[in-house]
């Protein structure tokens, strides 16, 4: 069974930066891709940014420019560079596996004004 562990998380100020990892138990990036979610108090869960397989990559409109969705096939990892954070960031992110249809246990971002 495949296993995804996101570090990463934590607290920050406006204008700041994180950056996420999720380390997998197998080539699961590399094969399928993989996507950061997050999901803020109250609200459904959202998709932030993608990979493709062959690296294309999407983001959703209030994260273009800030953030970077990245894979290390070498080590099984996938990242987010989150820069220029905002209040309205503040969530747990989740990376996900499709086609494999696995999710990381979450990691807590809160960015305080």
């Known amino acids: 069974q495949v296993q995804l562990v996101e570090s990463g998380g934590g607290l920050v100020q406006a204008g700041g930066s994180l950056r996420l990892s999720c380390a997998a138990s197998?080539?699961?990036?590399?094969?399928?891709?993989g996507s950061w979610y997050r999901q803020a108090p109250g609200k459904e869960r959202e998709l932030v940014a993608a990979?493709?397989?062959?690296?294309?990559?999407n983001y959703r409109d209030f994260v273009k420019g800030r953030f970077t969705i990245s894979r290390d096939n070498a080590k099984n990892t996938l990242a987010l560079q989150m820069n220029s954070l905002k209040p309205e960031d503040t969530a747990v992110y989740y990376c996900?596996?499709?086609?494999?249809?696995?999710w990381g246990q979450g990691t807590q971002v809160t960015v305080s004004s």
């Open positions: 197998g080539s699961i990036f590399s094969f399928y891709g």
């Open positions: 990979i493709t397989r062959g690296g294309n990559t």
């Open positions: 996900y596996a499709p086609g494999v249809g696995y």
